[in-house]
């Protein structure tokens, strides 16, 4: 009855919400689908997170598996209009449900998912989820919350087809409590979820300042040639610059107004940065950043 199987998947696959998504070729070997620079709502239904694929030649490796399963079976079907590769591997960059909740899809396929030990600590499978109460439930059908089958705490280098991947956890807390990425050294490519952002101003809630700072600096080591980030458009060796620029101006700011005895509201007044004022998200999310960078800086 195993032949079944990609039947029963395909007819229930065709009952799932179409996100109509566009895949766009970065390398000769990585195809990602770039969401919108936004919060996570009915418009774009979780539409709001970047995913990748690797073509290894016998099969694909999928960076994070998205916000739901309606997401990871439209990214799916796409690629294999592209190219009819099985998926060998699913890997999650981090805990934040918009990049892997779309794990069950694959679940059901058998395939593998791999991603941090932090997933046993920090990644919530209880109903409702973020994602849940934010986007439609058209959407969200069918979508069950499913953790990594494979977690790791160490780097690890894979080899599956003719692609050699460094996985590469971060020593620090910093955009997560343990963010993974990963490198492809025969493309300098790099995959780094969200400890890079573009187009929109990053998220520090829940994350540590001075440890992202400290991983983008590790990973300038690796001199990746093309670099996507977990949201945002940009995939050049640049790619990381804005993120970096954000955070290192903000800390610096925060660190003045801490030593000149300002206040952590008045500081939250003080510490605009208009030259980000542009960027999407600016307005939700910057006064919390530099909120809680000052509640980090100040027991420095």
Known sequence: MRWMLPLLLTVTA?????????????????????????VMNTTNNGNMVNTCYIDTKKSYVVIDSGSSYAYANS?????????????ELVINTHVHDDHWLGNGFFAQMGVKVLGSDDF???ASIDSPSRIQTHISPEAYAMTVPTRPTEMINSD??????DQELQLHLMKKKAHSAKDMVIFLPKSKTLFTGDLVFND????????DINGWIDALDE??????????????YRTDKKAAEMTYNYLTDMRSQVRAAIADGISID???AKVTMPQYK????????????????YRMLEWE
């Open 75 to 87: 990214a799916y079907q796409a690629m294999q209009k592209i190219k009819a590769l099985p998926v």
């Open 156 to 161: 690890k280098t894979l080899k599956i087809g």
């Open 120 to 122: 046993v600590h920090n």
């Open 219 to 232: 990973l300038k080591k690796l001199k990746a040639t093309t670099i996507i980030g977990g949201h945002g």
């Open 200 to 207: 929109r101003v990053p998220s520090l809630v829940g994350g």
């Open 278 to 293: 542009s960027l999407k998200m600016y307005e939700t999310l910057h006064r919390g950043n530099v909120e809680a960078s």
């Open 266 to 268: 008045d500081t939250v």
């Open 14 to 38: 065709l009952g799932a919400y179409d996100f109509a998504l566009t895949p766009k070729r970065i390398t000769p070997e990585v195809t990602c689908f770039f969401g919108e620079p936004a």
